[in-house]
T-cell receptor
């Protein structure tokens, strides 16, 4: 299957700092990428849908000014958690939809980024 | 009501057992359905798609009942390596391609 990478895989930061997470589709072009957040023992919650070359679509309750998403190319989307606070500590996972293959409805997930804000 | 609901779990079964997971979804416009597996502190991985005709992959069998808005996953001859959280996933298939994840059911297979 298609490969999606995330960087960094884990990060620890102080409260008030900003953290950028990168999501890359390595062997396919992804016009759409998704950002999820998962708290312990809970399911993945979609935060936003990132479309290449346009503004991201945020889910209800997700602050777009706090979670900045940029999808500048067909293989890269970034999520920046601005002024992070301890309650932002979570597992952030991106996924990319492969539209150019027979499995066009399948999402391929990155390995996730574990963020801990002290 | 949650858009996708699953058995609460956890399921604790011995090796070799057969275990069934159930899932219901609320949006009748849902178009595609999947079971994902998620290991602890890892990303979800696609286990199998689910079709109305039912589909089987080795020890795993998935069923979809559109009329009842019900999805199931059956695991036969459970292995220790099957221990994981199983996520029921529904794609609304709208222009925005929105995917909804169930909360997951944890499975523990013991020797």
């Amino acid at each position: 299957g298609a490969v999606v990478s995330q960087h960094p895989s884990w990060v620890i930061c102080k409260s008030g700092t900003s953290v950028k997470i990168e999501c890359r589709s390595l062997d396919f072009q992804a016009t759409t990428m998704f950002w999820y957040r998962q708290f312990p023992k809970q399911s993945l919650m979609l935060m936003a849908t990132s479309n290449e070359g346009s503004k991201a679509t945020y889910e209800q309750g997700v602050e777009k000014d706090k979670f900045l998403i940029n999808h500048a190319s067909l293989t890269l989307s970034t999520l920046t958690v601005t002024s992070a606070h301890p309650e932002d500590s979570s597992f952030y996972i991106c996924s990319a939809r492969s539209t150019g293959t027979p499995g066009g409805n399948e999402q391929f997930f990155g390995p996730g980024t574990r963020l801990t804000v002290l | 009501r949650k858009e996708v609901e699953q058995d609460p779990g956890p399921f604790n079964v011995p090796e070799g057992a057969t275990v069934a997971f159930n899932c219901t979804y609320s949006n009748s416009a849902s178009q595609s359905f999947f079971w994902y597996r998620q290991d602890c502190r890892k990303e979800p991985k696609l286990l199998m798609s689910v079709y109305s005709s039912g589909n089987e992959d080795g020890r795993f069998t998935a069923q979809l009942n559109r009329a009842s808005q019900y999805i199931s996953l059956l695991i036969r001859d459970s292995k220790l390596s099957d221990s994981a959280t199983y996520l029921c996933v529904v794609n609304l298939g709208t222009g925005g391609f929105k995917t909804i994840f169930g909360a997951g059911t944890r499975l523990f297979v013991k020797a």
